[in-house]
Nanobody
């Protein structure tokens, strides 16, 4: 299983980015998928997550990003996106996508955010820097 994140970069405050998480050898639609982030000197924190498609594709966001970030699936492309709007300097971090290895499970979703140990597969991360 290999995850690849992309879409990070440098953006000014108030700007937008869309992160992508794709996988080989793994059908993302059958699993809970999450985005986490880690800023220098801080612990990894959960950002957003989405349940498997057959479980309804329910989404959950941490309070810091509610109303600004949206997680979504494109099953035809086997990709999960994180649309980030109204970005702030405090959103600067390395962003990771992760998957719960148990198909159709919701145990790694609520209450959100969950401990990173609830997720089994991780990508290498994509850097997001919000700065003027």
């Amino acid at each position: 299983v290999q995850f690849v994140e992309s879409g990070g970069g440098l953006v000014q405050p108030g700007g937008s980015l869309r992160l992508s998480c794709s996988a080989s050898g793994f059908s993302l639609e059958d699993y809970a998928i999450a985005w986490y982030r880690q800023a220098p000197g801080k612990e990894r924190e959960g950002v957003s997550c989405i349940s498997s498609s057959s479980s309804g594709g329910n989404t959950y966001d941490t309070d810091a990003v509610k109303g600004r970030f949206t997680i979504a699936r494109d099953n035809a492309k086997n990709t999960v996106y994180l649309q980030m709007n109204s970005l702030r300097p405090e959103d600067t971090a390395l962003y990771f996508c992760a998957a719960d290895a148990t198909p159709y499970s919701s145990a790694s979703l609520i209450p959100w955010p969950r401990d990173p140990d609830d997720y089994d597969y991780w990508g290498q991360g994509t850097q997001v820097t919000v700065s003027s």
